[in-house]
């Protein structure tokens, strides 16, 4: 496996030089064409920021994975900081105020289920090493899935609140006239997973594949392992984004200043 991973990537000076040309061109074309996010704040900083910190971490993940595995105690502590990091990203990512810590419901929720039935079938042993990536592939989805589907609800709901009034007017519950409004945006959520698995093999070739290949599987079995990782993924994805959906239409998860103001509405 060494020796195939050398050869596709080996790891020296010219590799960290070609990485940092790539972080400084992102965060160059970013700043020329003016990309800003909330608040109109640059994400030129935020992508250099991002990939320094990408290399600090994996760098301290590389060394702590190699020493959390040899015991279950500590192999479970670091799963749960996984979910936590996971948690409070996705949740200040929504939202800015107390109510962030709800998207700990649909990260967990999609995620435990899949995570146990895996361990109580046996098709992934009680061992670090194999399911720290298959556990923290499964929370990265959920996150990405959470992020989007409460951003776009949420921003939805902020645009169109005469129209969420005029079907309470109408007779509608609360929640019901939210879900109608924000039902079609949080839903888009779930477009990245879906064309990821209806392209997989004629765009791209995922990361479990190519890791399965360079660890000497065959290519059935590299396959058969991102078939399970992608099949997966939407199923953890779907229970996230229809639990955005329902704690934004019930106003758990809101981006208000108060319980006065409607869930969509930016204080």
Same mark, same amino acid.
């Given at each position: 496996?060494?020796?195939? !991973?050398?050869?596709?990537?080996? &790891?020296?000076?010219?590799?960290?030089?070609? *990485?940092?040309?790539? #972080?400084?061109?992102?965060?160059?074309?970013?700043? &020329? !064409?003016?990309?800003?996010?909330?608040?109109?704040?640059?994400?030129? /900083?935020?992508?250099?920021?991002?990939?320094?910190?990408?290399?600090?971490?994996?760098?301290?993940?590389?060394?702590?994975?190699?020493?959390?595995?040899?015991?279950?105690?500590? *192999?479970?502590?670091?799963?749960?900081?996984?979910?936590?990091?996971?948690?409070?990203?996705?949740?200040?990512?929504?939202?800015?105020?107390?109510?962030? %810590? %709800?998207?700990?419901?649909?990260?967990?929720?999609?995620?435990?289920?899949? &995570?146990?039935?895996?361990?109580?079938?046996? *098709?992934?042993?009680? /061992?670090?090493?194999?399911?720290?990536?298959?556990?923290?592939?499964?929370?990265?989805?959920?996150?990405?899935?959470?992020?989007?589907?409460?951003?776009?609800?949420?921003?939805?709901?902020?645009? /169109?609140?005469?129209? &969420?009034?005029?079907?309470?007017?109408?007779? #509608?519950?609360?929640?019901?006239?939210?879900?109608?409004?924000?039902?079609?945006?949080?839903?888009?959520?779930?477009?990245?997973? *879906?064309?990821?698995?209806?392209?997989?093999?004629?765009?791209?070739?995922?990361?479990?594949?190519?890791?399965?290949?360079?660890?000497? !599987?065959?290519?059935?079995?590299?396959?058969?392992?991102?078939?399970?990782?992608?099949?997966?993924?939407?199923?953890?994805?779907?229970?996230?984004?229809?639990?955005?959906?329902?704690?934004?239409?019930?106003?758990?998860?809101? /981006?208000?200043?108060?319980?006065?103001?409607?869930?969509?509405?930016?204080?």
């Amino acid at each position: 496996m060494s020796r195939a !991973a050398d050869a596709l990537l080996p &790891v020296n000076s010219v590799l960290g030089a070609v *990485l940092a040309a790539l #972080l400084v061109a992102a965060a160059g074309v970013a700043a &020329v !064409a003016r990309l800003t996010g909330p608040g109109g704040r640059s994400h030129a /900083r935020a992508v250099g920021t991002a990939g320094l910190r990408a290399a600090v971490q994996l760098a301290a993940v590389s060394y702590v994975i190699g020493w959390v595995v040899r015991a279950v105690p500590l *192999l479970l502590g670091f799963l749960l900081l996984m979910y936590a990091v996971a948690v409070w990203t996705a949740g200040r990512r929504v939202t800015g105020n107390r109510t962030w %810590w %709800w998207a700990a419901l649909p990260i967990g929720a999609g995620v435990l289920p899949v &995570v146990a039935a895996l361990l109580l079938t046996g *098709l992934v042993p009680v /061992r670090g090493i194999v399911l720290i990536p298959v556990t923290g592939i499964l929370i990265g989805g959920a996150l990405s899935a959470t992020v989007l589907a409460g951003r776009r609800a949420l921003d939805e709901l902020a645009s /169109r609140h005469g129209e &969420v009034e005029a079907g309470m007017a109408l007779g #509608l519950l609360d929640r019901e006239a939210r879900l109608e409004i924000a039902r079609p945006a949080a839903s888009d959520a779930l477009l990245p997973g *879906l064309d990821q698995t209806r392209t997989v093999g004629l765009v791209t070739l995922p990361g479990a594949f190519v890791g399965m290949l360079l660890g000497g !599987a065959s290519p059935v079995m590299a396959g058969a392992v991102q078939l399970f990782v992608l099949v997966a993924l939407m199923a953890v994805q779907a229970v996230a984004v229809a639990l955005v959906l329902e704690l934004v239409a019930r106003g758990r998860l809101h /981006r208000g200043g108060g319980p006065g103001r409607p869930a969509g509405e930016v204080a």
